[in-house]
């Protein structure tokens, strides 16, 4: 769906977001830098806001990547750089990038759909991830194995196990190794998760009795009404009642920690945008400020307005949501 048709369905919400808050939102500083490296991806899940597959062309640069290694060596204040796709995977300069980047004190976080590191040409992550020592946030909606591949394709969760093993093998997963695999839920249907304390102890216990699987945490995050996700809801006929159950559900005190007020967003042709939600629906930084990552000025962006929509819900509803999960 085109970004202005995406924005004109957003628009049919009741209540439009900027009218549940007293003014506008600020960031707040910049202590995470994410880096959407690319919209290409080995699966074509029907959930998923950035609309990525395998045919997909958007792939940052080398060039681009550089210039992003060089805001994080300027600005140190920057301590996590958020890894995300597509497939981070998929990227042919990304291991350069971590290499680079990869420094005591400052977290590096890839975001893996993990089935991608039983594929020949890309198993070797697993020993690139545990040398630079890369978090991994790997995405899991399920714990059965049925209603996973719903969403992600058949075959996907054996080798999300299969992954699942090695990482473990390497030490993520567990404790005191230093190496963090924390696993991703968000719902399979038109619905807010669970309490995310549940779902965890659901997650760990039916992993490791069923698959000898350890992983560190589990984040829950909210389906957010943007890219195949959106077509799904106007497709099934939920599209009101989800966004009116996002709407019923806002909580003001998650919007001190959305994830929007502390980051900058880049998308692959170096865009600057609040988030990835805004850089899938092209709503850039507010303007008058660095728009571009060959422009990048932390001062201005950490004091920035931020770009708001009724998708924004997503992140304000119930427990709140952002990609380190729930925000209560």
């Known amino acids: 769906m085109a970004f202005s048709d995406q924005i004109a369905t957003l628009n049919r919400c009741p209540v439009h977001f900027t009218q549940k808050l007293a003014g506008p939102v600020y960031a707040t500083g910049i202590e995470v830098l994410q880096l959407n490296v690319g919209k290409r991806c080995n699966l074509f899940c029907r959930h998923c806001h950035v609309e990525a597959g395998d045919k997909r ?61 039983t594929e020949g040409r890309y198993s070797d992550f697993v020993e690139v991830y545990a040398q630079n020592n890369v978090e991994i946030a790997a995405s899991l909606p399920d714990c059965d194995e049925n209603r996973a591949d719903r969403q992600r394709g058949k075959g996907f969760f054996k080798k999300f196990i299969q992954a699942a093993k090695k990482l473990n093998e390497k030490g993520y997963g567990k404790p005191e190794s230093g190496l963090v695999l924390n696993l991703v839920h968000n719902p399979l249907g038109a619905y807010l998760p669970a309490s995310q304390k549940s779902l965890e102890l659901n997650y760990k216990q039916s992993l490791k009795n069923n698959y000898g699987i350890d992983f560190n945490t589990l984040f829950c995050i909210n389906n957010m009404p943007v890219g195949r996700y959106l077509d799904f809801l106007l497709a099934s006929g939920n599209y009101d009642e989800y966004m009116f159950e996002l709407l019923q559900a806002f909580n003001p005190a998650a919007l001190e920690n ?3 007020r502390t980051m900058v967003s880049v998308a692959y042709n170096g865009s600057l945008f609040d988030c990835d939600f805004n850089q899938m629906l092209n709503m850039p930084i507010s303007s008058g400020y660095s728009d571009h990552i060959s422009r990048f000025d932390i001062k201005k962006l950490s004091k920035r307005p931020i770009a708001l929509h009724n998708h924004c819900y997503g992140c304000t509803a119930g427990a709140g949501s952002s990609c380190q999960g729930a925000l209560e």
């Open 57 to 117: 062309e958007e792939v940052m640069s080398p060039d681009i990547l550089g210039l992003c290694a060089e805001v994080l060596r300027k600005n140190i204040s920057i301590s996590i750089v958020d890894i995300t796709g597509g497939a981070p995977e998929m990227n042919p300069g990304i291991k350069t990038f971590i290499e680079q980047t990869a420094k005591p004190g400052r977290r590096l976080i890839a975001r893996s759909n993990l089935a991608i590191l």
């Open 258 to 260: 959305v994830m929007c």
